[in-house]
């Protein structure tokens, strides 16, 4: 979701400098996939993480050559800014304190999805999974936190600061959780691939990235 | 099916009956209010009855979720003097589909209020039937083409929400996950056969009411 | 039973209905052309329509008074209606729309049971129909029978046997005739045709435009019509109750008054009777003694009033009992009529007409 | 106009409709009680109802042939309808109502001009009202005048008059019949009253249960009704045409098939008449030259038939003209009556009554 | 409101108004068959259109995207024969908009329709007029109260669409973003002040429709 705001900004300062218009498609990384597969047309798919990104790499829909992993993110539990819950580890969110425990949907959603990856690598998954709640996406848990029916959740740290009425109880070390990536790249059936490749070559540029900086996202040095 | 998948149906069926049998007092009265009184501020109400309908249904889910959450008026309430929570529970499920059909079957009802000829209603009265009596006995049956048919799109209606039930209830297996829920869940993940399995049984679902309707109405006819 | 209505006031599309009156009667008839505002007045009485001012009493009981805010409410009221649009439910076969308003219990009265209603009326066979099948005189019927059925202390008839055949007619009249008789259950009853007001009512009331035009015993209205508005719409008979004395060779003389007749024989045998006799059938002339004619009646009559109406002269007599004659304009003339002056008024034995009362 | 129904058969809830029926007059009135069939009947020929086997022709022209499947649609058959429920328009105001089957310029004449047809019903001030808040009456009237400015080419109407009051039946009937003369639009007639039949129609088709029981000219039927029903469903009086003569002193004589009689004269002049003379009013006497008597009327008649209806005894005379009594059964007697044997029939003359024609 | 704002504004309003208007000559076509005519295979038809209010709306988008894509049967045709593109452009906004709003015009209509006493339009056919004029000028208007109704409702619903239409339009900022989706949007963003003014305008917009369907029945009522 912080990619929306930050993608406009970005386009706002690259359609200063070319003459390129960029027209945007925002939605869940699931649904792009899914409307890329069904030949919807675009040109570029910046996904949200990597699973979504091999399916249609595998499909053979996307340029391989243009792919590349520029943006990264880091996991936090947040939990509402009146609780007074320390949470100092993974193992903290078994605490009984805690009845609920909101996540993006584990199955379809990249947050979900890695917040799940982290706390069965912590070997906590089996513990945590009867008070997980799963949401549509983030904001579903931000505003599960928010209205202090779960205790915590876990979401990405651009989309912490979404709501007011939570606050930042716990940051995932970088190495306990799986690497959260946001691969980009063209898509074959494209009509101007070459303006999607400057483009591309755009976001991968340092201004770009200090936009992107700017919304907390951790830059990666990946291709 | 598995047994999961059972428990998924059974679950969906059930709840979506029982918030359309919830909200039919609730909407027949207000559509009777709406077709047969004048009151001020009539038409503010009405609108009002159609927002779950105009809003994109997570925005109706996020107000809801800022009533009856714990830090909500309602759920606040509820949760410290009953310690009773509505929010990621079946109740929530309850909330979301009621909230979201209540608009279908208000205005079907007051339609069908609309069209029952008042003449019926005063000579039933002549009578000696009290007001109450000329309702249950005059009016509803005569509105009941228009009330089954918004009965039934009521409960069609529940079993397809999605956007306020996962913002209310979350997707919680085995607790307040709706066929809708897991459909969404697996047209997400790409596990079409199973999704279009799922939507197999809700069009089945969806065919019993309408069949059930239609029994009803024939039923109707046949009896005088 | 006495309705009292006072201050009446209901804006109609071309006129207001403005109704004072009090009848102590059994059975009131109202008579007025179309649109004269009969159904509306019912409507007020039964309390399914608001007037803008209106105090409707029966006996001592007070249903409407709106300077007081007093409103009965309809189902109150006990008063059985038979709106002239029948009204039936359509969704309910004929034998729930008749036991609609039939309160358990209380049909107390056996000219009331279910059996006896449904019989009189005839529709024991359409008893499990569906009400919407029926022919236009099956409907008016079971409007009838679930009226009847609600056991009700007054009964609101509007035209309940317009569409019915004679013989049908003739069967409920007097079946009605009864219910108005034993069981004292006073009607208003709205009509067009002067056989049934005769046959039912003791009380009429000529509406025309929303207002009463003439109100009064039955036979007052039919033998001193108002106007010719009124003539015209009672018809123009004389009404006389009289009893029969002797009855010969199908003559019968009949006393009314201080006078006393000869007419031929009613169909059914009688004591008491009401006599008709059409105001076109009685003769005057002058000299009576002098003329030699085949006429039965011949009576000594005083010139109470001369009225032209249309091409006819109305002549009101006083004959020992209220008579009028309808005569032509030359007529009059030659016989130069004037008020309080003697003439002979001749009528004919079967120009009598004797309706059993 | 030529109306053929063939093989009509059309199921009811009690019974089978089922009808044979030729007829070629101008104006056929339907008699028959409440539920006979009636509605029905006009309903199939409308096209509004499907019978299971029925052929229609209406002059050349098959409506419909359920042996060859042929079925011409109801907005071709060119059918003027009032049907007894009225079905006004409720979301049309009365003008839009009447204007709904006018076809434009088609008017062509001057009796169902607009004006002309609101005029006569007297609805000219709810023209711009809606139908919803009319009085029954007005209802009526604005259903007549929609089929009539239809101009359609046979009209059929449902007891069009039942909720009128009398003076404006009386003035509707008359242009009805000129509608019929003039215009030569023939229709069929429900009706339960004998005025009105005599009036304006031909033919008189008498239905009960589904079955027509007898059907022929109006005088026939109402002379020489097939049963003690049917005399009772027409009433009990003998009809006959005749010519008036002389008019003297309110009395007129008239010339009835081979016999004159005397009788008063008929409230409106004119030389062709019926005469009307109920059963119950015509005296008979063994020895007419002995009795010394007041009436006009001796006629020397055959007795025909002697046919016991009842109480009362009918007795068919030939008096030059046909003619029936009734008298009681203990009258017929004593005085012995036997078919073929001559008697007096006495009757008095105001106990004719004259109907201009 | 922002230039931006007020697109979506108009986008939304015109693009709801335009389905709810194109789908109903057909949604009164159907709902007449339905209320009028019997036919084999009925009740099938009449539960295939009430899918659309039974399924996810996604699952509905996800066929829609499957029919019409480029690689969809009718998507592909138009696209190779005609190079006409119905994804991804306020065409399939359109579209999308008017499969979730058919339902509820044709049931509306259907009852309404049902309601119409058929005597009135019997004796309309006597008094000369054809089968499609006593459609026109007797069924059509005495049915007019729940069509209106159905159509108000079926606007409401285009309105409020969201699920569908991300997935068969994508929202396309200045291209195929409706209302609905830009509360979407603001609300996954935490714009919540932002959402509300739009959801606003959205109330304000049902507010219209209702009052304006509510003027059309107030004259239609006066007219006679
Ligand atoms: N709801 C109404 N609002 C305004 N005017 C009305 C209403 N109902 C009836 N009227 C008018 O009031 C007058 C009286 O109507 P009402 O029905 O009382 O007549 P009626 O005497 O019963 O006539 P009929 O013998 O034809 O039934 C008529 O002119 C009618 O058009
Ligand atoms: N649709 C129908 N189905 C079955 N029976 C019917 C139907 N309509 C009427 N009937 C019955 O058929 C018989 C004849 O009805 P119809 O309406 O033709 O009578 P009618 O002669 O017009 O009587 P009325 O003088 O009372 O109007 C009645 O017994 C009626 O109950
Ligand atoms: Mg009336
Ligand atoms: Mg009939």
Redesign the pocket.
Known sequence: ASLTDSLKQIATTYEKQSSDKIIFNFGASSTLARQIAEGAPADIFFSADEAKMDGLEKKGLIDQATRQNRLGNTLVVVIPVGSTLAIKSASDLTNAAIEKIALADTKAVPAGIYAKAWLEKQQLWPAVEPKVVATENVRGALAAVESENAGAGVVYKTDAGISKKVKIAYEVPAMDAPKISYPMALVKESKQPDAGKKFLHYLASEEAGQVFQRFGFILLNDR | MTAEEWQIVWFTAWVSALSTLAILPFGLALAWLLARRDWPGKSIVETLVALPMVMPPVATGLILLNIFGRRGAVGGFLHNTLNFDVIFTWRAVLLALGVMSFPLLVLFARVAFEEVNPRLEQVARTLGASRWRVFLTITLPLAARGIIAGTILAFARALGEFGATIMVAGNIPGKTSTLSLAIFQDVQIGDDSHAFRLLGVSVLLAFIAVWCSQFLLRRKKRTP | MSLLLKHISLPLAHFTLEVDLETHNRVTAIFGPSGAGKTSLLDLIAGLRQAQTAFIQLDDRVLTDTANRRFVPPHQRDIGYVPQDLALFPHLSVRQNLLYGCKAGTATNPLFTFDRVVEVLEIQ??IA?AV?????????RVALARALLASPRLLLLDEPLA???APLKAKIIPYLARIRDEFHIPMLYVTHDRLEALALADNIVVMVNGKVLQTGPVLDVFNRPADAGVAKLVGMETIHPGQITEVKEGLVTVKIGHATLTALAPAVAAHEVFACIRGEDVILQQDAAHATSSVRNRLLARIVALRAEGALVRVELDAGFPLHAYITRPACAELALREGENITALIKAPAIHLVPR
Not at chain 3, 132 to 140: H, M, N, P, R, V
């Open positions: 066979a359409l129909r919407t099948a029926l022919s236009g005189g099956e409907k008016q569409s019915l055949d």
